[in-house]
């Protein structure tokens, strides 16, 4: 079983960036594809990007692309999500979640079944 720990988030003006690392632990994160997820107060989780187990393949939501680019270094056991032209409609904490690697990449957070405790990133405008 793997852990995962998130971290790179704050409070930033709009038209600036962040990088997000997610960070694990317990085993290899080598065979999970892995996912970004975000959450604002009184909405449903929602999903950001998401990356197959070997980095061959990526996705992302249709309000992120061009803006957000997922990566992940396996050698370093590390999921990345760099965020940049960030915008106020970009707050929320952002989950990073493992899943399994048998299956084409889900938007749908019932298919990951690992997650990360979130970090809160603020845009103000």
């Known amino acids: 079983q793997v852990q995962l720990v998130e971290s790179g988030g704050g409070l930033v003006q709009a038209g600036n960036s962040l990088r997000l690392s997610c960070a694990a632990s317990?085993?290899?994160?080598?065979?999970?594809?892995m996912a970004w997820f975000r959450q604002a107060p009184g909405k449903e989780r929602e999903f950001v990007a998401a990356i197959t187990f070997n980095g061959g393949l990526t996705s992302y939501a249709d309000d992120v692309k061009g803006r957000f680019t997922i990566s992940r270094d396996n050698a370093k056991n590390t999921v990345y999500l760099q965020m940049n032209s960030l915008k106020p409609e970009d707050t929320a904490v952002y989950y990073c979640a493992a899943g399994p690697n048998r299956y084409p990449l889900r938007t749908n957070p019932a298919y990951y079944n690992i997650w990360g405790q979130g970090t809160q990133v603020t845009v103000s405008s």
């Open positions: 317990g085993r290899a994160l080598s065979s999970y594809n």
